[in-house]
């Protein structure tokens, strides 16, 4: 063989592969819908869009990305799949010092914290329960369903709360009806309409507002730890989303999320506050461009 025609084909395969691996890709797999009743996943769904919408790298805006679903897995599941770099590229879930470890969180909590205000699914029949526990003496008397792999969980056994995990979203609701718990603590900004969409099928359930539970808690995106274009994209984008206002606007007029404006309709109810051992100590809950705290 023409030596000089080899090491052409060889260049020019390597550059190829060069160009391949430096590509934006063709679509982005995010999670799927946790049910049929996944409401709030239509919020980061398209906050994620937005933040795609925006985003520049090497001063270029780039096209908009196709976001696609991944098969649907538990949490635990979706995790080690997105630290494996298989079937998923993009998870949103509450953070941990763990999952900081493993993956590459982009750190704007993607609905300012409101994750870690939690209000509480409820049998009717199990409203004078939360009524009568005012403090966090009166909540480590009640059994609450959670996630069983969700930071959420070691949070509240951390405050001597008693947690009966489940490993599928959906059942909790089942278990709160069939009265296996007493309550599922849900983000202020999911348990409306969570509540709202099961009510025809599951006789009784209701939300209990009057105390929320708080914990510093955000919501974070979270990439493969190589996937370093994808990691800039999102959070070049969630940042000029913020400088620019619309991602408040998004959370302002979301229909997940446009209830709790203006906050002063519940910033300031009655709150009992626990600690969260789990968060990482590089976050600073007081800047008000990111969170929004409880006074």
């Not at 999320?257 to 809950?285: A, G, M, V």
Request: hydrophobic share 40%; aromatic share 10%.
């Amino acid at each position: 063989m023409d030596i000089k025609r080899f090491l052409a084909g060889m260049l020019f395969l390597i550059y190829g592969v060069c160009l391949y691996a430096s590509a934006e890709p063709g679509s982005v797999r995010i999670r799927a819908p946790q049910s049929e009743f996944d409401a709030s996943h239509d919020y980061f769904y398209s906050l994620i869009q937005l933040a795609l919408s925006k985003s520049v790298v090497d001063g270029k805006k780039l096209p908009l990305t196709e976001l696609t679903m991944a098969p649907y897995m538990v949490q635990l599941r979706a995790l080690e799949e997105l630290r494996a770099g298989r079937l998923i590229d993009v998870y949103w879930a509450g953070t941990s010092i763990e999952r900081e470890r493993n993956l590459r969180s982009i750190p704007i909590p993607l609905a300012k914290g409101l994750l870690g205000f939690r209000v509480f699914a409820i049998h009717k029949s199990r409203r004078s329960l939360l009524e009568n526990a005012r403090d966090l003496k009166g909540l480590q008397n009640l059994t609450f369903c959670q996630g069983a792999h969700w930071p959420d969980t070691d949070i509240m056994r951390s405050a001597g709360l008693s947690v009966q995990p489940g490993t599928a979203y959906e059942n909790m609701f089942r278990q709160v009806v069939g009265r296996r718990c007493d309550a599922f603590p849900r983000g202020v900004h999911e348990g409306f309409s969570e509540v709202q969409a099961r009510q025809k099928r599951y006789s009784g359930l209701e939300l209990y507002t009057d105390t929320i539970l708080y914990y510093p808690f955000p919501m974070f995106l979270f990439v493969n730890k190589s996937n370093e274009v994808l990691a800039r994209r999102l959070q070049i984008g969630l940042e000029l989303a913020i400088s620019d206002g619309s991602f408040d606007e998004h959370l302002k007029t979301h229909p997940v999320t446009r209830h709790l404006f203006p906050l002063e309709n519940w910033i300031n109810s009655h709150y009992i506050k626990i600690d969260n051992p789990l968060l990482p100590n590089t976050l600073n809950t007081a800047d008000t461009r990111y969170w929004i705290t409880p006074p």
